[in-house]
Structure formats: C-alpha cells, structure tokens
C-alpha cells in the first residue's frame, strides 16, 4: 500500500475518547521496546510519526494514527516493562483489554515480536487472550536484519512453536531496515480491512 497521508490523531484512554467515523481499524501490540514503532514508521514511510525511544514503556496511551484517510493504526501501550509500578501496569492491561474486547471497529491485532528470542511468558498470554476473543492475529517477527537468512527458518519455528500460533495466523518476518517483510505485512492487514 502507498501511504500518501499519515497522523496522529489522538492518544485516549478511555472509549468515549476513540475517535468516530467507524474507520477499520488494526492494533499493534507487542512488548516494550520489541519495535513496534519503527514497524509503524517503516510501514507508513515516516521517519518519527511514532515516536521510538530507547526508554521502553514510554506509550502509556492508545495511540489512534489516520492512515490514508481509510484506516486507523493504535498503538497500544507495551505489555512487560518491569520499571513500572503494577498499579499503572493493571491500569494499562485493563485499557488495552476495554479496547480489545469492545472497539467495533477493530479487524485484526499485530502483534510484533523479536525474531532472537523465544517469545515471552507476557506475549504467549497476549496471543491466547486475542485468541480466546476471536480476534484475529497477525504476528509480526522483527529484527530479521540480526539474524543471518540461513537461521531465520530456525528461529520462526521457536516463535511459532512457543505461541503454539493457530494454522490461520500468519507469521510474517519483518525488518524495517531492510524493508523485509513490509509488502507481506500490508498485504497480510488489507486482507484483514476486507474480510
């Protein structure tokens, strides 16, 4: 997909602050400083429309980005930072499970893991929570550029055999310095807008 126009159109906390227009809409999820906004960057040809930062747990808001004028990215805060308080962290999971479980809107959930490690005990729950809601996943494996290519069928065996990912979630492996992986990720969450 060309991304011609891109913005931020507001971070919420709360439903009665989501935006209105009933545009589909597609999350992203994944653990702090996993590189999910780099994949937004990347996707969307942006420098900084979302904000990296070497500081993880720094999206504390549902981020709602205007894609085009026909789709809404949300960058939902990340899941497993333990510098945190837990109180702040209950308050977290629970915005990100009222969004989850009750946006219209929503079509799919990327959820973007690193294609190094075995995912997490914290992304193997958010997998099956998006699974026991019928949501529909796409898994997004970052960081293939720090892997040599020979290894990269070894290491999307862990991840798929760690989140035990059903036969129709797909499993993309993505770099955004190298673009790997960008046209399958657009092409994986067009399929999604149109169901």
């Known amino acids: 997909m060309k991304v011609t126009k891109s913005d931020i159109v507001i971070s919420a906390v709360k439903p009665e602050q989501y935006p209105e227009g009933g545009l589909p809409e597609i999350a992203l999820a994944g653990r702090s400083n996993v590189g999910k906004s780099s994949f937004i960057n990347s996707l969307i040809n942006r420098k900084n429309l979302a904000r990296t930062s070497s500081k993880p747990g720094k ?18 805060p990340g899941y497993g930072f333990a510098k945190v308080s837990k109180t702040e962290r209950e308050a977290w999971g629970r915005m990100i499970e009222t969004y989850i479980t009750t946006r219209e809107e929503l079509k799919a959930v990327v959820q973007i893991v690193d294609l190094r490690h075995a995912p997490s005990a914290d992304d193997v729950s958010m997998y099956d929570f998006l699974k026991h809601y019928g949501i529909p996943v796409i898994i997004i494996a970052t960081k293939a550029d720090k892997i040599p290519k020979g290894k990269w069928d070894k290491h999307a065996k862990v991840v798929r055999q760690t989140l035990n990912i059903e036969p129709e979630d797909e499993l993309i492996l993505f ?3 190298t673009k790997k992986g960008k046209d399958e990720a657009w092409g994986a969450i067009k399929k999604m807008i149109n169901r």
Do not use: C, W
């Not at 999206?59 to 939902?76: G, W």
């Open 59 to 76: 999206t504390q808001t549902l981020n709602f980005y205007i894609i085009n004028d026909e789709l809404h990215f949300v960058d939902v």
């Open 175 to 177: 770099s955004s310095e």
